[in-house]
């Protein structure tokens, strides 16, 4: 198995508050991403990282900052925190390349009251 | 346009029978990847097989195989033998070349199949 951690595995968190999400990689692989999984939607990206402190928007960054400051971790902030944001999130991994699959961390529920 | 379409939100397969999940994509490019990944109900996402878009054959993961039909910009995923495990999740995704390279080798998913195997 790839070498993700998330942490928090889950936290509510109420409106309005800033909440910060790691993700942990062992497998010094240079992309990695942040997604959403919402019901209906599939998985969504929010932003992503091509190397240490390069980062860019993906699909669905409106609310939503990253950084990357080591290989090993890439950070996803939530300002201030809303409703909408009450989601599923997932980071993954992947080497450059089309062929190589992304892998994926265990998630992180984060429930927005 | 959504570029992965998985048209069954749903679908039921007896144990031991062979099922088929669709997935079409719409790309203009050439060079692209096509991904199926599994989520079941503990939430983690595994990856299951891969396609190409040059490979001249269908990809083949153990049970999984991938019916690829470049034409019709279809990447079916068929699960030989269904077992009870199976039941779960099931997306569909694709990277293209145009967000790769310098860019970000980002999936685009389907919303996915959710796949339940009756014993």
């Known amino acids: 198995d790839a070498g993700i951690t998330q942490s928090p595995r889950h936290k509510v968190t109420e409106t309005g508050t800033p909440v910060t999400l790691r993700c942990h990689q062992t497998?010094?692989?240079?992309?990695m991403y942040w997604y959403r999984q919402d019901p209906g939607h599939g998985l969504r990206l929010i932003h992503y990282s091509y190397g240490v402190k390069d980062t860019d928007k993906g699909e669905v960054s409106d609310g939503y900052s990253v950084s990357r400051s080591k290989t090993e971790d890439f950070l996803l902030t939530l300002e201030s925190a809303t409703s909408s944001q009450t989601s599923v999130y997932f980071c993954?991994?992947?080497?450059?390349?089309?062929?190589?699959?992304?892998?994926f961390g265990p998630g992180t529920r984060l429930t927005v009251l | 346009a959504q570029k992965i379409t998985q048209t069954q939100p749903g679908m039921f397969v007896q144990e031991k029978e062979a099922v088929t999940l669709d997935c079409t994509y719409d790309?203009?490019?050439?060079?692209?990847?096509l991904f199926w990944y599994k989520q079941p109900s503990s939430g983690e996402m595994i990856f299951l097989i891969y396609?190409?878009?040059?490979?001249?054959q269908n990809a083949t993961e153990g049970r999984y195989s991938l019916n690829f039909q470049k034409a019709r910009k279809s990447a079916n995923l068929v699960i030989s033998a269904s077992q009870l495990g199976d039941s779960a999740m099931y997306f569909c995704?694709?990277?293209?070349?145009?967000?790769?390279?310098?860019?970000?080798?980002?999936?685009?998913f389907g919303k996915g199949t959710k796949l339940s195997v009756i014993p």
């Open positions: 396609q190409g878009s040059y490979d001249e």
């Open positions: 790309t203009s490019d050439q060079s692209y990847g």
């Open positions: 993954a991994i992947s080497e450059s390349g089309l062929v190589y699959e992304q892998f």
């Open positions: 497998e010094n692989h240079r992309y």
């Open positions: 995704a694709m990277r293209e070349a145009a967000y790769s390279g310098a860019g970000s080798y980002q999936l685009t």
